[in-house]
Every structure is written in structure tokens, then in C-alpha cells.
């Protein structure tokens, strides 16, 4: 699973508002010894000024001011500006090779890197050393361009060896870090495979949270609740039309199992619905084979909140956030069972007595039997 700066900065900050991290790995599906080493450099710290910053942020930060700072020495020290002719550049960054890193020496003057190079391979002054490095990066370069991109370190010494141009791999690997060279192999299966990763988990729902009748998408979510030092994990599947608890289950285990059986009690009360869209998190129940394989059989499109953005599947979020408020955090329990006659009791209440808001005050199901009244006078 790849997770953004931005999305694991979303993680943390729901610990820091309190919710445990059991709660946030189950719903997110990150394993929770990854959640722990996330949560120091990814907390959030507010300046004197007021501006927000993680520590991740505040390293990147600092090391773009350190070469900013650089950038000023060298254009302190140089007697000429980034307006001036190139010859006159080139003479003036010469004098600080090797002080300054080629990249920084360029990027204050605005000189091509592989036209510094030539002109330093070109001086008489320089060492027996760094003509040699010079003269080996113009090279590098030149096999890493005919490649387009493709070859790595292993590859591009072998080349040069068939030149005539003798080096190990791991000193054409320390040049191409200099030159800031990266082969493509590296990154672009990871790309590839992330574009798939992101298609096959498409946010189909978009926050439309108002469908025109039921059993057209429902949604689901997990959530997890401490009873005598063990965590009891409850599923529920909501009706995203009426808000109503179609079916729930409650495990000692967040197992691929508690999801498909759920969904499996919510089937067989409300039959084989056609063009049903089930929305969830990408927590790795709700990705498993066996659930998708399940989904498939049954003809239901799967959508997918975004990894960290707990606002997507806002439905399922405010349902258990009712739930522990006007139940669970009310009551001392003593065993599993009476958690789950808990819950039990507490959906009934939901489904049958509670107004909701969104419905104009009416219960779910007072909802639900007022559409079919209004479907058999028009049908």
C-alpha cells in the first residue's frame, strides 16, 4: 500500500485527537508497528507564527535552506551575476570546484551541468583526480542518455568497459549520485504498479452521501472498542439511502471473515439488489480476494474511500461515533457477551427509534416503509 505525506500526516493527526491506534490501523488497514514510526515525524507542530509543520517537513526544509545558503556564498564569492556571459561564468564557478557541490555551483548561476563539466575536463590547473572524475561523468552520461534513462550503475560500467573505459560499478554509482542520474528500472514498476493499485481502487461514491432509493450503495466500515483488556471489533453495513443498519457483526478478530459474513446477513435480508455499489476503507479485509471475489459473484461494484481521508466513508464514521457516545461509552462491561447484546440493542434503537437528521427527523426504517408506500401508490 502506498500512503502520502499527506494521508499519513491525516493518521496521525487522528491520534493526536485521541482515537487509538488500534481504532485508526483497523479502519486504514496499516499495520500498527508501521502506524508507530510515523507518529514522530509526521506529528504536526504549530510555530510562534502559527504555521503548521511536521518533522519530515521541517528536515526537507532545513536542507533547502542549507543549499539556498549555498547558493548565496556562491554568488557572494563569484564576481559576476547569472546575467553574465557564459565564458565569464564558467571561469568564476571554476575557481569553487569541488567547495561546492557541481549541482549547487550550477543552479546559482544557471549553467548546464554538462557544459561546466566540459569546461572543467578543458583546464590545465585541474588534477590528475578530478579529470579523471570529470572526464568519466561525460561519459556516464552520454550511455545513461543512448539508454533513455534505462540503465543503472551495473549496466553503464559494463558499457564503458566495452569502450575501452575501465570502472567498478560502485564508483559509476557514486558519480551518478553526484549527477543526480537515477535509473528508470528503480521506480517505474513502482509507479506502474501504484497507477494500478489506484485504478483498481477507484473512489467511485466521491462523497455523494444522497441516493434516490434503496440498495444502491451501501457502506461499511469497521471500529473497535476495549472489553477486559481485549479489543472487540464491530462491522456494520449501512443503506446509505435510509442510513439503516442492514446487518453488523462483532469479533474478538478484524478477520476477512467478519466482513464477509456480514455482508452476506445483509444479502440475505435484502435480497440480490441490482447495480449495488459497496463503498468502504482500504483496510485489507475490504481488499482481500475472498471479499472481492465475493462482491464479483454477486455482480456489486466496489468503491474505496482514500487512504486517510476518513471523510469519504463520512456515513460509517458518524454512525459509530453515535453509536459509542449514546452506548458504549456509557457503559462498564464486564464480558463480550454483554458488549454484543450491547450493540445488538443499540441497532434496534437506531433502526427503529432514533430520528436522524439527514432524514428529516424520521427513524430509517419509518423512512424506508414511507418510499415503498409512495412506490406501490405510483406503482
Known amino acids: 500500500m502506498s500512503i502520502s505525506t499527506e494521508e499519513k500526516q491525516a493518521l496521525v493527526a487522528r491520534y493526536q485527537a485521541g482515537e487509538c491506534a488500534a481504532e485508526i490501523c483497523a479502519s486504514s488497514g496499516i499495520p500498527r508497528s508501521t502506524f508507530y514510526t510515523w507518529i514522530k515525524p509526521y506529528t504536526m507542530t504549530t510555530t510562534a507564527s502559527g504555521y503548521e509543520v511536521s518533522q519530515q517537513e521541517f528536515i526537507k526544509m532545513k536542507q533547502k535552506l542549507q ?128 497507477s494500478i493499485r489506484m485504478k483498481k481502487k477507484q473512489n467511485i461514491l466521491q462523497r455523494q452521501f444522497q441516493v434516490s432509493e434503496p440498495n444502491l450503495v451501501w457502506i461499511s466500515d469497521v471500529t473497535c472498542f476495549k472489553v477486559n483488556e481485549k479489543y472487540i471489533y464491530v462491522c456494520v453495513i449501512l443503506d446509505l439511502f435510509s442510513r439503516k443498519v442492514i446487518a453488523h457483526g462483532v469479533s474478538p478478530k478484524n478477520s476477512t471473515y467478519l466482513i464477509t459474513s456480514t455482508f452476506k446477513r445483509a444479502l440475505q435480508r435484502r435480497g440480490t439488489p441490482q447495480e449495488l455499489t459497496f463503498h468502504s476503507d482500504q483496510g485489507a479485509q475490504y481488499t482481500s480476494k475472498a471479499f472481492r471475489k465475493l462482491l464479483r459473484m454477486n455482480k456489486v461494484v466496489q468503491s474505496f474511500s482514500k487512504s486517510g481521508r476518513p471523510h469519504d466513508n463520512a456515513v460509517a464514521e458518524s454512525f459509530f461515533a453515535s453509536m459509542k457516545r449514546e452506548e458504549i461509552y456509557r457503559t462498564q462491561y464486564k464480558s463480550e457477551r454483554q458488549f454484543r447484546e450491547s450493540i445488538d440493542s443499540y441497532i434496534i434503537f437506531y433502526n427503529t427509534q432514533r430520528p436522524h437528521s439527514t432524514l428529516a427527523y424520521k427513524t430509517p426504517d419509518k423512512f424506508e416503509a414511507l418510499y415503498d408506500a409512495k412506490k406501490s401508490k405510483i406503482g
Not at 543503472?152 to 554509482?173: C, E, H, M, Q
Request: with cysteine; charged share 30%.
Open 67 to 194: 543549499k539556498l545558503e549555498q547558493k548565496l556564498e556562491i554568488l557572494q564569492k563569484v564576481n559576476c551575476t547569472a546575467s553574465a556571459p557564459l565564458q565569464e561564468k564558467l571561469q568564476e564557478l571554476a575557481k569553487l570546484y569541488g567547495q561546492y557541490s557541481v549541482h549547487t555551483l550550477c543552479e546559482a548561476l544557471c549553467v548546464s551541468r554538462g557544459t561546466f563539466y566540459n569546461h572543467i575536463f578543458r583546464r590545465k590547473d585541474v588534477t590528475a583526480y578530478d579529470k579523471r572524475r570529470a572526464e568519466v561523468k561525460v561519459h556516464i552520461q552520454k550511455v545513461f542518455d543512448e539508454s533513455q534513462q534505462r540503465f543503472g550503475a551495473n549496466k553503464i560500467a559494463v558499457v564503458l568497459a566495452d569502450r575501452g573505459i575501465r570502472t567498478s560499478p560502485k564508483y559509476v554509482a557514486e558519480l551518478m549520485r553526484e549527477m543526480g542520474l537515477q535509473s528508470v528500472s528503480i521506480y517505474s514498476k513502482r509507479d506502474y504498479q501504484k
